[in-house]
T-cell receptor, first 113, second 114 residues
Framework: QQQVKQSPQSLIVQKGGISIINCAYENTAFDYFPWYQQFPGKGPALLIAIRPDVSEKKEGRFTISFNKSAKQFSLHIMDSQPGDSATYFCAAAAGGSQGNLIFGKGTKLSVKP | DTGVSQNPRHKITKRGQNVTFRCDPISEHNRLYWYRQTLGQGPEFLTYFQNEAQLEKSRLLSDRFSAERPKGSFSTLEIQRTEQGDSAMYLC????????????FGQGTRLTVV
């Protein structure tokens, strides 16, 4: 049973373009939604996170959009750069426990120069 | 302290052998988590500690797996009688408790069971 569904599996974007990754969840108890970035051979690193009391959060070139009624959230990477090429994971957690995370299957992003 | 440290980085073992991994969290973090990540998948939660108490275990954590955090600092994850299906990256993360506390991940231990 996959509680967090992520799409697409892979994404190719030209330098300067916008990368969009989507996630959907079922469990309405989830109240913390982070996005992680992972480079090969490294552990995941937190990019940005949101709680359901806001619909959007922006940090630099990264924006999370959150739709509570649709139980969906997405990551937008503006002005994508080759250095953004990595695997991105959405995740969700419930009950204030930010470490007990349920991850999506990941999106491999390639940004072409 | 530069982050969560995991040792070894790589481990190759024969099926049926026991293996043990170590995680040293960020020093002021009292929560410590273990995850498993297989190729092409997201990390899957295994278990977590608050100080020395193991507070939650996933159904993924079979009887062959045991985790300890004896003094509330470093943790070990032991897998007994390894199977080929245990081959994966084992990730450790740590955080302070409370709302909005970021979980910091280590670089993981890659286990290959042959």
């Amino acid at each position: 049973q996959q509680q967090v569904k992520q799409s697409p599996q892979s994404l190719i974007v030209q330098k300067g373009g916008i990368s969009i990754i989507n996630c959907a969840y079922e469990n309405t108890a989830f109240d913390y939604f982070p996005w992680y970035q992972q480079f090969p051979g490294k552990g995941p690193a937190l990019l940005i996170a949101i709680r359901p009391d806001v619909s959007e959060k922006k940090e630099g070139r990264f924006t999370i959009s959150f739709n509570k009624s649709a139980k969906q959230f997405s990551l937008h990477i503006m002005d994508s750069q080759p250095g953004d090429s990595a695997t991105y994971f959405c995740a969700a957690a419930a009950g204030g426990s930010q470490g007990n995370l349920i991850f999506g299957k990941g999106t491999k992003l390639s940004v072409k120069p | 302290d530069t982050g969560v440290s995991q040792n070894p980085r790589h481990k190759i073992t024969k099926r049926g052998q026991n293996v043990t991994f170590r995680c040293d969290p960020i020093s002021e973090h009292n929560r410590l988590y273990w995850y498993r990540q297989t190729l092409g998948q997201g990390p899957e939660f295994l278990t977590y500690f608050q100080n020395e108490a193991q507070l939650e275990k996933s159904r993924l954590l079979s009887d062959r797996f045991s985790a300890e955090r004896p003094k509330g600092s470093f943790s070990t994850l032991e897998i007994q009688r390894t199977e080929q299906g245990d081959s994966a990256m084992y990730l450790c993360a740590s955080s302070i408790p409370g709302q909005g506390a970021e979980a910091f991940f280590g670089q993981g231990t890659r286990l290959t069971v042959v």
